[in-house]
């Protein structure tokens, strides 16, 4: 997870510290609304997955959350309030995407890790 979150930060162009908690709010996305059969296996194929997650467990609240439940896609627009909250923006969160999910399919594999983010609206682009 360190090299991931490093690699994040350079490619990306931001701190370190924003790189760690822009992948744990989507992780912890993930955790919460993936296709709940398969979400362990997949936290399992990923050292430090779970743990970042849940350290970043608990978002999504004030308007941005209500607003995402309001228009059902919940998390994911929850989870996209918190990343530009946190300062980023459109293209930035993009990239961070792509670069967590193709370590998440070197990590667990194409086939788990679809199955596993299909159920999430809002990520279907980055898999």
Not at 11 to 30: C, F, M, P, S, Y
Not at 51 to 74: I, K, Q
Not at 75 to 85: K, P, R, V
Request: proline share 4%; glycine share 16%; net charge negative.
């Amino acid at each position: 997870m360190e090299t991931l979150i490093t690699t994040i930060a350079e490619q990306v162009g931001i701190d370190r510290g924003l790189a760690e908690k822009a992948v744990g709010i989507i992780l912890n996305l993930v955790k919460s609304d993936g296709d709940q059969s398969l979400v362990p296996d997949l936290m399992a194929a990923i050292p430090g997955a779970s743990e970042l997650a849940d350290a970043n467990a608990g978002g999504g609240g004030g308007l941005m959350g209500a607003l995402g439940g309001a228009l059902g896609s919940g998390g994911a627009m929850a989870a996209f309030g918190e990343l530009t909250q946190a300062g980023l923006d459109t293209s930035q969160i993009k990239s961070i995407g792509e670069i967590l999910f193709a370590h998440a399919k070197e990590q667990a594999g194409e086939p788990l890790v679809k199955q596993v983010v299909s159920a999430i609206p809002g990520l279907r682009p980055y898999i």
